[in-house]
């Protein structure tokens, strides 16, 4: 059975699409959350129509679903011991400085999305190699980046 997109799946602040003549607004996130949009939803981000250029939108963000992650409980192992404090700050300032973001990713609160994993294991790459890494945990869920 194939997950259907419902406005609960819709994350708060969202940027929503209003462009009706769009092409691409059938498998555009956008622009699906738009069509689910709460009454009581009266302003929040929103696409401007300047986005559209030469027949490509730059906003496009395809209707699917996605292998997201979260935790790190395993994902220093092939660090050598010496250097997973340096591994560790450069993964958490990849989200901000300050661990707040870094433990939400950890504890669940916030899934990485499949960019976000990929450019973990490259930061991690650096430091040893990533055979055989893996997150703590995956789902699958709508790509909403």
Known sequence: MEKQLESKNIPY????CFNE???LRDTCLHYQAYLMKSENRLGGPAIYPDAWKNGLCKRYNEAKIVRKAWGFTHIYNNVP???RAEARQKVSNYFSNGCGPYYRYHHGEN???PSQQTDIMAILAKY????GLSFDHYETDWGFD
């Open 21 to 23: 003549s769009c092409p």
């Open 111 to 113: 899934k990485l999305s």
């Open 128 to 131: 040893g190699s990533t055979d």
């Open 81 to 83: 011991h010496y250097l």
């Open 13 to 16: 602040g969202y940027a929503l």
